[in-house]
């Protein structure tokens, strides 16, 4: 009896968000298994945090992929801290990188993926990893600078595992929201005219991702934002006007952002 090959779909931060989006896009797909990981019990996802290294690997261990011909990871958790001075809230360990920002980002991918990377060599199958960045990481922008270092130690993590197993995705992208709890951005004056929902980075990076998984590339990244008709090319690069839209957006206009801001 011939079946139709099988893919397996797991989507860590997939109650809200970015996550929600493509658990909710993959969950509708023939022929895919899709598994939503949140923190937060009872919603309706597998709870599982992510920072308890133990439990990841339990999980993990006990993930039935029989019959699974490729898994797809997506990794849409991680925190966004504003750095007003351009230095870490904070960093008990001395690295520059504020260490929530860098838990919640690293520390989660990585307890995650090397068991998951672990697992699928071990039984010949081919993993694909698809993380998401900032169009803004290759600027380094000191306000949010642990954001793009944290992101930049995954690029490099998935750029070295030089497995002919794993294949390797950043989605870079621009401002982007859900409908559903635009308040909870942190830039609750921002104008939003021009931000990407995150069903719309669904859609657009869905054939990418796709394209990477079918094909031979290891390692690939994309940019995706909606066209701005006013957007200046010094944005990232002016870091008084950048500081002073942000300090609007986040409705701290004329008074000094504290440090806990997360964007």
């Known amino acids: 009896m011939i079946t139709d090959k099988r893919q397996m779909v797991i989507v ?40 308890n290294e133990l439990a990841v690997n339990t999980t993990v261990a006990s993930l039935d992929i029989d019959g ?8 849409a958790v991680g925190i966004d801290k504003f750095e007003p001075k351009g230095v870490p809230h904070i960093d008990y360990d001395g690295d520059g990188i504020d260490d929530e920002v860098y838990n919640s980002n690293v520390t989660t991918f990585l307890n995650l993926a090397t068991p998951l990377i672990e697992k699928t060599n071990r039984l010949k199958i081919l993993m694909t990893i698809c993380n998401i960045g900032s169009i803004s990481d ?43 709890d635009i308040n909870k951005s942190g830039r609750i004056k921002a104008d939003t005219t021009y931000w990407q929902t ?48 942000w300090q609007r957006d986040m409705g701290f206009e004329g008074k000094e952002v504290p440090h806990v801001i997360r964007i």
């Not at 896009?25 to 899709?34: A, F, G, L, V």
């Not at 699974?68 to 990794?75: D, P, R, S």
């Not at 750029?159 to 401002?175: A, D, E, H, T």
């Open 198 to 245: 995150s069903k719309e980075l669904v859609q657009k990076s869905a054939p990418c991702i796709d394209e990477v998984m079918n094909g031979h590339a290891m390692f690939a990244e994309f940019d995706f934002y909606k066209h701005n008709p006013h957007f200046r090319p010094d944005y990232f690069t002016n870091l008084p006007n950048l500081y002073f839209i």
């Open 68 to 75: 699974i011909e490729k898994i797809l990871f997506i990794h």
């Open 12 to 51: 860590s931060g997939a109650r809200r968000g970015i996550g929600k989006s493509f658990f909710d896009y993959y969950n509708s797909k023939p022929n895919t298994d899709c598994t939503g990981i949140s923190r937060t019990s009872d919603c309706g996802y597998l709870h599982l945090d992510l920072l």
């Open 138 to 180: 290759v600027y380094m922008v000191p306000f949010w600078q642990s954001f793009s270092r944290a992101k930049n130690i995954m690029r490099q993590y998935v750029k070295s595992i030089n497995n002919p197993l794993v294949r390797g995705i950043f989605l870079n992208v621009g401002s982007t929201f859900d409908e559903s």
